[in-house]
T-cell receptor, first 119, second 108 residues
Framework: GAVVSQHPSWVICKSGTSVKIECRSL??????MFWYRQFPKQSLMLMAT?????????EQGVEKDKFLINHASLTLSTLTVTSAHPEDSSFYIC???????????????FGEGSWLTVV | GQNIDQPTEMTATEGAIVQINCTYQ??????LFWYQQHAGEAPTFLSY????GLEEKGRFSSFLSRSKGYSYLLLKELQMKDSASYLC?????????FGQGTELSVKP
């Protein structure tokens, strides 16, 4: 079963509103989670690194005031798209690493992704 | 900075073998992943290379040369379901940096 749960899977919102996406690690603790965005026919682009108990680290070109990240617990990170615009419509996906395990392909888990459509 | 280069698209025939190449330049390197992604879905882990050499796993093999900044994914006995995007990804301290992906189309 899924070890990282992402919610919602699909969301449609009106332009100017805010949308929150949750990423939960279900059976492990994740001090660090990562948020990616993927536009159609493009690869995943890292937006930010979410750190439990501290501020997120944003990649160059990503507006931190627009994409608010909160990592309040060891199992939950949230991404809030504020004042959404149609160009924010995209596939957003999170990943988390089980820090209790040796880094390998099997210890980095992806959420199911969230499709955001801003109308 | 970092840069990953892989072909945008490839076409191969069912039952054949295809090799997807990836070259990279990075200031920090902790291993290279290959992921498969079908449209609209999360990436699926295929392989992880930390040391030079070939890693074989069933129909999929991955090769890494750190000195050359080069990796390839080899897919054998292609099946129609292998049509997907294949992502060359390097690990930078737990942060995954994705290449643009290679869209593989498998034809009958």
């Amino acid at each position: 079963g899924a070890v990282v749960s992402q919610h919602p899977s699909w969301v449609i919102c009106k332009s100017g509103t805010s949308v929150k996406i949750e990423c939960r690690s279900l059976d492990f603790q994740a001090t660090t989670m990562f948020w990616y965005r993927q536009f159609p026919k493009q690869s995943l682009m890292l937006m930010a690194t979410s750190n439990e108990g501290s501020k997120a680290t944003y990649e160059q070109g990503v507006e931190k005031d627009k994409f608010l990240i909160n990592h309040a617990s060891l199992t939950l990170s949230t991404l809030t798209v504020t004042s959404a615009h149609p160009e924010d419509s995209s596939f957003y996906i999170c990943s988390a690493r089980d820090v209790g395990s040796v880094l390998s392909g099997n210890t980095i888990y992806f959420g199911e992704g969230s499709w955001l459509t801003v109308v | 900075g970092q840069n990953i280069d892989q072909p945008t698209e490839m076409t191969a025939t069912e039952g054949a073998i295809v090799q997807i190449n990836c070259t990279y330049q990075t200031s920090g390197f902790n291993g290279l992943f290959w992921y498969q992604q079908h449209a609209g879905e999360a990436p699926t882990f295929l392989s992880y290379n930390v040391l030079d050499g070939l890693e074989e796993k069933g129909r999929f093999s991955s090769f890494l040369s750190r000195s050359k900044g080069y990796s390839y994914l080899l897919l054998k006995e292609l099946q129609m379901k292998d049509s997907a995007s294949y992502l060359c990804v390097f690990n930078q301290g737990g942060k995954l940096i994705f290449g643009q992906g290679t869209e593989l189309s498998v034809k009958p």
